[in-house]
């Protein structure tokens, strides 16, 4: 991991320079469900040194030796996450990095995308027991602040949004629909609760709360939050005196659950027409041909149609490091989701950013090591 994003340290003082970068891409397998078993399902996907991923198609055990390999097809990607990978491995592997980037005042954004039932939740906010991303960020957040307390002050907000059917709504503060405008800051929700946090658990309730307020939809009540997007977004602020000048600092971390891409998923404009109008996740959409255009380079992105797009407008591309973790499940009975989203995460790797980072800026300890990520690691899995 370490590395991989541009150190602070590696732009000139005083300058805002741009060093080139691409969106990392992950993959993550999730474990094979009861259910999946009981539909007498088989694996058809196989991560191999832990950054490729094997997907081939067979319905049996017979089709399988006979098809051998010939119809499989493998993608490469920055790490590939095995069934076996834990949450706080997950989130050393790929979040880690954009965390200590925001206490140095740059903008990161993870999203989680894939098929309804894919395991994005599970990724993101986790269970009491296995917290997700957006858990441990916060804390290793907290625990980063407090080890340079000496340092200047930093504040932790945090807010928690959803958007669905082109709504946004306050998931800490239920109520009416937001909107949307410019500000310094980028695109805003107006109105936004923004919470100051100051423990592990109490974001951990708080969030498990924001995510019951998440929209079910009437039609597929087993399917929570099927096409609803949840945007966790944590603003770290930084001020200390450095003589007589203040210094500050502001990064702001986006962690996002988008909803299942299960019926918004095309790989070119044509067939993005052709579904046009039917019933799909319009923010989705526009989120696949943002990805388009930026990997085919385009001068204008159409950030402008969907709620999404919009709020991501600074956080996808541009100046901002950015994450995709793609979550598939083993079961063929998946196959197609699960060729779909390996797809699009492959497409996503081309998407290049540009790393800025502006005069001002002290350099604070940026862990680049294994030995780094090692004690992370032990960190967060201790109780
Ligand atoms: P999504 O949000 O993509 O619709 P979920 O995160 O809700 O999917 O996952 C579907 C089910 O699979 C949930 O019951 C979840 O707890 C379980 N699950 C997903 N990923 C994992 C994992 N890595 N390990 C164990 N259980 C998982
Ligand atoms: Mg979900």
Redesign the pocket.
């Known amino acids: 991991m370490g590395g991989k994003l541009k150190a602070a340290g590696e732009v000139g003082a005083g300058t805002a320079e741009a060093a080139e970068n691409r969106i990392l891409v992950f993959v993550?397998l999730?474990?094979m469900?009861r259910k999946e078993k009981e539909a007498g399902s088989r694996s058809c996907v196989k991560i191999v040194n832990k950054k490729e991923v094997y997907l081939t198609e067979y319905a049996s055990e017979n089709d399988y030796l006979r098809l051998k390999r010939v119809r499989g097809r493998h993608f490469c990607f920055d790490s590939a996450f095995p069934?076996s990978?834990t949450q706080a491995e997950v989130y050393c592997t790929s979040t880690a990095d954009l965390v200590e980037g925001v206490l140095q005042g740059r903008n990161g954004t993870v999203f989680?995308y894939?098929?309804?039932?894919?395991?994005?939740?599970?990724?993101m906010l986790g269970?009491m027991e296995n917290p997700g991303v957006m858990v441990l960020a916060i804390k290793d957040l907290f625990s980063k602040v407090r080890q340079r307390s000496h340092d200047g002050n930093h504040s932790i907000q945090l807010s928690y949004l959803e958007i669905y059917n082109e709504t946004v709504r306050d998931l800490l503060s239920p109520g009416r629909p937001l909107h949307l405008r410019e500000d310094k800051q980028g695109t805003v929700a107006a109105g936004l609760t923004q919470y100051r946090a100051y423990s592990t658990d109490e974001v951990m309730k708080l969030l498990q709360q924001g995510n019951k307020n998440r929209t079910t939809e009437p039609t597929r009540v087993n399917?929570t939050?099927?096409r609803s997007h949840a945007i966790l977004q944590v603003v770290v602020e930084y001020r200390s005196m450095d003589g007589v000048n203040i210094v500050t600092r502001v990064g702001k971390l986006s962690l996002i659950?988008l909803a299942?891409s299960e019926r918004a998923l095309a790989t070119d404009q044509r067939t993005l027409r052709s579904i046009e109008g039917a019933n799909i996740n319009r923010s989705l959409l526009a989120l696949s041909s943002c990805i388009n255009a930026l990997v085919e380079g385009k001068k204008h992105i159409p950030y402008r149609n969907s709620k999404l797009t919009q709020l991501l407008k600074d956080s996808l591309g541009g100046s901002c490091n950015t994450v995709m973790i793609a979550?598939i499940s083993p079961s063929n009975l998946s196959f197609g989701e699960t060729q779909n989203t390996l797809h699009w995460a492959d497409r996503a790797k081309e998407i290049k950013t540009k790393a800025l980072t502006t005069a001002n800026e002290d350099v604070l300890n940026v862990p680049d090591s294994e030995t780094d990520q090692a004690k992370l690691l032990l960190e967060l899995q201790k109780e």
């Open positions: 993550r999730r474990p469900s069934d990978t989680c894939g098929a309804t039932g894919a395991g994005k939740t599970y990724t269970t399917e939050s099927s659950d299942g979550n």
